[in-house]
């Protein structure tokens, strides 16, 4: 397992220590947990994106009902 260091203000700190008391976990998981949580909101984002961007190139879009049709879907 690797470790790594990162360096706080006393404010920075303070917030931190706070944060993972409220929610009875390690300073060590409330920082992996931030940093994986930031990872993916970024995933998500750029998968939006793209979607986004594939939709204006065609916005045919078809009804819930029609997709389980499609789909061979029953209720």
Known sequence: MKVLSIRLSEAEYKVLEKYAKVNSISMNKAMKDAFFEKLEDEYDIECFDKAYAEYLNN?????????KRLLNIQN
């Open 59 to 67: 916005r045919k879009t078809y009804s819930s009902n029609k997709v």
